[in-house]
């Protein structure tokens, strides 16, 4: 077969592990959760996440941030660390070719929310004129191609928590169509504001353990009860195989295949026989040229609410009859971090086959009825990867599924 | 400088546009300190939060306070602080043009 191959040449993150992708590996390699008492969610009936520590936007990007939301900041720091960490230059690349497609699941609320308060405070004509330019999601990869000269597509994607994983595939069909040589892709969310919070604890969807947050998010075990709200950032760097050769860029992985699907029966819940995650599964499979034992490791959805994670696992089982390879669920560290999500765990399954190291899922105690895997958890797993997939799905019933293979 | 509004509006500056204080002076305009259109009314939306005086709130548009220079925005600012203060006196129709 006449394959393009598609390369991932450079990462960039920032989660609640780290400010940087070695940093974010290294804790997500812990196993240990990030989560702690949030005192900006004070107040709320869950006050704890999972928050990105330190992040000093002034510092990290200059004094043009004050007319950014928090999401589109941390946009713009990640993917100005996957550009250097793919020794792309925009001084020198011809910014008509280069696009960016950027993930993210919900509006921002900081400055909607700051806009109602005024509104209601009976001070309408305080609001920000930048209200609209902050809150749009479209901004993070508006934002991120002024700072970076990026002139040919630039979009934003949104699929819910899947979002992340959806804005790679799309920057992959860019690739292919050679509408680009290089995309610049993934998710930004910054998640963790109280109006958010209330929504999805309204929803019961969040974790309740406000007395233990650091054994809240606890992905497959049979204690779980919720996910815990996540702020991130996560982009990676595409171009066609050929053009990363022609460059000498170092190549991270390959890009192998992207599977997508919906539902289309609920607006919150996955089917509940997961027919939608095998679909995106089996095309995300025969997209990649590969069969189901040629996946050695999972980087599943695994969100920690009771309701995915048992569908997920089954869908799992059903397309591994053998038994589904190693899965792990990285939101057992990092939280759920929405539309960032599907791309910082891209980038933690582009980092596993680069190390051959599958990072364990924090929390883990023993399965919850219907879930069958071999769930990593405790200490990292050493094992000889070739190929990796990432399961990412969201509300509305939109499910994602990429598809990696090892360099060499 | 010596009119009280000058430490404020500048105040108002650093904080809120993350300007270096040591780039702002009497003789600077807006415009030239770099703020566009929006950025301007955004800047009158934070003085009015924060010294109580809204420069774009009457029929004045960002043109026209982005190329006055910081003395002459402070003294349209104390002008309309004047207005303000004592609505009652006959004012000419609201302006914040300085005077020439």
Known sequence: MNRTDIAVTGLGLLTPGGLRTDTSWRSVCTGLSTAATDPELKGMPVDFSCRVPGFDAMATLGPQVWRMDRFVQFAIAAAREAVTDAELSPETWDGARVGVVIGVGTESKYAMDDAMQRRFDGRPLTVSPLTVPRMTTNMAAGEVAIDLGIMGPSMAVSTACASGATALGVARDLLLADRCDIVLAGGSEASCHPVTSLCFSQMKALSPRVKDPARASRPFDKDRDGFVLGEAAGILVLERGADADARHATVRAYFQGYGTSTDAYHYAASHPHGAGIERAFRSALADAGMEPADIEHINAHGTSTPMNDRIEAQALSRLFPAGPPPVTSTKGVTGHTLGAAGAIEAAFSVLALQDQLIPPTANFDSPGPGIDLDVVTAAPREQSLRAVASNSFGFGGHNSVLIFRAAR | ?100
């Open chain 2, 1 to 100: 400088m010596t009119s009280p509004l000058y430490e404020p509006v500048k105040d108002c500056l650093t904080r809120h546009f993350n300007l270096d204080a040591g780039q702002i002076h009497p003789e600077s305009t807006l415009e030239g300190l770099g703020l566009d259109s929006l950025a301007l009314v955004e800047f009158s939306c934070v003085l009015q939060d924060e010294v109580g005086l809204a420069p774009l709130a009457g029929t004045d548009t960002p043109a026209d306070i982005g190329t006055m220079t910081l003395t002459q925005f402070v003294t349209a600012l104390e002008e309309l602080q004047h207005r303000t203060a004592t609505p009652e006196a006959e004012t000419p129709a609201p302006t914040t043009q300085a005077p020439s």
